[in-house]
Structure formats: structure tokens, C-alpha cells
């Protein structure tokens, strides 16, 4: 995993090792509702009072993890099916450090950029900046569970990447000098970038490959797909590390894949890592 030995805080290489040693066949497509068959499609995006754009993500079906010939895939990515049985509002970027600084009144950012994502934010952060925009507005965000960012990553589609299943850093902010798949090197930025930079997929979410990786509300089991329930699963009840998705800035690309898993304890800080916001209808 050359991708992350590089890591700047040693207690995000101690989990992704422990993820490691942890050691812990595609059925039918998915189905995904159409945004025209939503009941209200009038309201299918949503910008809260600190500008906030959410996107409405349809219920529906799909197969979360990964086949077994997927280049990079690892043993705790089984594949197995997953319905959503309700719509969500999704961020349509990864919150930014202006944001985090109108809500929280600080920005514990490393690499500043005021459209940067924010980043040095633990689990626990992240939790609290729901808690206090839930306050603010009256309404709930939270975080979004591993089965509902997977599902809104995808965007419909089954393969590594949702554009495809080739990915070079002129799609994605990622290391451009190990590419995936058949395409060829590229940039190498050496940080984060400013949000939406790069092209949305099909629910019109943006950065969910690279970028930050981002924390959702689930504790990680790498046994937990084996026994996962088919619908709207939150992870095992209890555990010592929290999931985050995505890749980012500094991961080779098969460490962004939408079926790769990683985790670390909700105190770890990283400026890899920041988080993106479900807001509840």
C-alpha cells in the first residue's frame, strides 16, 4: 500500500496497517431511480444560509464493494447488494474551510485555501460541525453512513471510478504519477484543490474520488459486509475505528476507488482527511 505509507500522522499509518494485517461474484446491475421519477423534482438541490449546495440522491439498489478482478481491490470489499429505501440530500462538495470557519470559528486547516476542503478535522469534529449546523437551521445534517456515500459516488454505475474504469489526475485531484487502468501519468498536485475543480457525476456530486477522503458515521469491521443487512445498513454497533471514503490529493488512484474502504480512530486529525454533509429531508 505505497499509496499511504506516506502519511504525515503516524496514528493514520498505524490504522490503515492495522487495516492490513486485519486481512479481514457481481450479481445484476443496479437500479437507480431517475431523477425525472422523483416525486417532487422541483426541489432536487438545495443551498442552505452559509451556501451549502445539496444535491436530492434518489433511493434504489445497488452492489456495494467491488468484483474480485477489480485492480486494487482488497479481501474487505465483498461485494454484495444494498438498497437505500430513502432519498437524501448529499453536499455537493466536500465542506470547505470558509464554511467550517462560519459554523465552528476556526479553521484547523494545514494547506489553506478558502474553497479548499477542510482538512486536519477529525471524526469527532465533523460530528460536532453537524450538530452545530443542525442547531443553526433547524434541520439535520449528519453524516453519511458507508452504503449511502458509496451509493451516491457510484451515481448508477459499477465500475472503479464512476466515469469509468481508467482514472488519470485529469479527472480527479490524485497522485497523477501512478495512474489506473490504461491511462496515462499526469500532474501531480501535492495538495488539495479548490472544490469543484474537477467535472460532477450523474447526481452532480463532485470530488468524491480524490481531493480529501471523507468520514462517514460508520465504525469499521472489515468482517461487517459478510453480515450486512440488505437495506439502509450503518455499520457494526460499536469498534475502534471510523470509516473514510474517497482517496485523496496524495493517494495513488486505486486508493480512490468508490469500493475502497479505509478507517482511523474518530480523534485522528489528517490533512488528507475532511468530510462532506447529509442533510435529511
Not at 502519511?7 to 494485517?21: C, G, K, R, S
Not at 443551498?47 to 439498489?61: C, H, W, Y
Not at 460508520?218 to 469498534?239: H, L, M, Q, R
Not at 475505528?241 to 496524495?250: D, I, K, M
Request: net charge negative; charged share 20%.
Amino acid at each position: 500500500m505505497a499509496g499511504r505509507i506516506g502519511f504525515t500522522l503516524e496514528a493514520t499509518v498505524i490504522a490503515t496497517l492495522v487495516m492490513l494485517v486485519s486481512g479481514c461474484s457481481p450479481a445484476e446491475g443496479p437500479r437507480i431511480v431517475p431523477k425525472e421519477e422523483l416525486t417532487n423534482p422541483s426541489k432536487t438541490t438545495f443551498t442552505n444560509s452559509i451556501a451549502m449546495k445539496f444535491v436530492l440522491i434518489p433511493a434504489g439498489e445497488f452492489q456495494m464493494g467491488s468484483p474480485a478482478d477489480e485492480e486494487g481491490r482488497e479481501d474487505w470489499e465483498q461485494q454484495h447488494r444494498v438498497r437505500i429505501t430513502q432519498p437524501f440530500y448529499l453536499g455537493a462538495h466536500e465542506v470547505t474551510q470558509e464554511q467550517y470557519q462560519r459554523v465552528m470559528g476556526n479553521n484547523p486547516s494545514n494547506l489553506k485555501g478558502t474553497n479548499f476542503p477542510v482538512e486536519q478535522v477529525s471524526r469527532n469534529d465533523a460530528q460536532d460541525f453537524c450538530q452545530k449546523l443542525s442547531r443553526k437551521e433547524g434541520k439535520l445534517y449528519r453524516l453519511p453512513t458507508e452504503a449511502e456515500w458509496e451509493f451516491a459516488c457510484r451515481g448508477g454505475t459499477t465500475t472503479p471510478f464512476w466515469w469509468g474504469t481508467s482514472a488519470s489526475s485529469a479527472q480527479a485531484n490524485f497522485n497523477g504519477n501512478a495512474p489506473y487502468g490504461d491511462a496515462e501519468q499526469g500532474k501531480y498536485l501535492d495538495r488539495p484543490t479548490s472544490i469543484g475543480s474537477y467535472p460532477p457525476n450523474a447526481f452532480g456530486l463532485y470530488d468524491t474520488h480524490g481531493n480529501v477522503s471523507e468520514w462517514c458515521s460508520d465504525w469499521y469491521d472489515c468482517n461487517y459486509y459478510a453480515n450486512s443487512p440488505t437495506e439502509d445498513p450503518v455499520g457494526p454497533g460499536a469498534g475502534s475505528g471510523r470509516v473514510f471514503r474517497g482517496g485523496s490529493w496524495f493517494d495513488d488512484p486505486q486508493y480512490c476507488r468508490a469500493g475502497y474502504r479505509c478507517f482511523g480512530r474518530p480523534s485522528d486529525r489528517s490533512s488528507l482527511v475532511g468530510f462532506r454533509v447529509l442533510l435529511e429531508q
